[in-house]
Every structure is written in C-alpha cells, then in structure tokens.
Nanobody
Framework: DVQLQASGGGLVLAGGSLTLSCAAS????????IGWFRQAPGKEREGISC????????YYADSVQGRFLVYLDNAKNTVYLQMNRLRPEDTSVYYC???????????????WGQGTQVTVSS
C-alpha cells in the first residue's frame, strides 16, 4: 500500500525557517518525480518544487526560488523541503506528491500525502 506522510509544518515568524518532511512507504522515490504543492484558502493549488528521483534534478517556482531547497534522503525514503526566509504569503497547507510530471501539473501526480499547515506571521 503506497503512502506518503507529510510533517513538519507549524507557526514561524517571517524571516524564519521550517523543514517539511515527506516519508514514503510502499515504494521508493528513486524512480519517480516528487512534487511539493501548496494551497491557501480561496486560492488555487500552486506547485512550488519538484525533484526527479532518478537524477535528483530539482525545479522551483519563481515564488520560492532561492529560498526553498528540496532534497531526498534515499536511505530514509524521505524527501525534504527546507524553507528559508519565510514570508507571510508562504502561509498555506503544503502537500507532497509522487509519480507525476512536473511542478506545473498537479493533476498528473498519482500519490499524495496529507497536508501540513505552515503559518508565517509578520
């Protein structure tokens, strides 16, 4: 049974950092593209990052480029999203997903973790 377990959200002051984790069970990341998405109330889901599991190439949305870092720990079968210099507009529910195409097409992802809330206060 394939499952993704996201964790690490919380409340942080603007300018601070958080690292989200997405642990997989039932499959390994190394053959899939893993994406991070977020959705704030009343807004559309936004793709913010993805990483290809086979060659570890990472992609970022312009809104997070230079502030967020995605990386895999294959030994732990976990993907991380390190979020630095957080802004109030980063407040959202964050989701990890696997087996998709890229960060622009969330509907292509087959597996989804539950969301984790990130709140950035000013």
């Amino acid at each position: 049974d394939v499952q993704l377990q996201a964790s690490g959200g919380g409340l942080v002051l603007a300018g601070g950092s958080l690292t989200l984790s997405c642990a997989a069970s039932g499959f390994t990341f190394d053959h899939y593209t893993i994406g991070w998405f977020r959705q704030a109330p009343g807004k559309e889901r936004e793709g913010i990052s993805c990483v290809t599991g086979n060659d570890l190439v990472a992609y970022y949305a312009d809104s997070v480029q230079g502030r967020f870092l995605v990386y895999l720990d294959n030994a732990k079968n976990t993907v991380y999203l390190q979020m630095n210099r957080l802004r109030p507009e980063d407040t959202s529910v964050y989701y990890c997903a696997a087996d998709g195409d890229n960060l622009y097409t969330s509907t292509t992802y087959k597996y989804w973790g539950q969301g984790t809330q990130v709140t950035v206060s000013s």
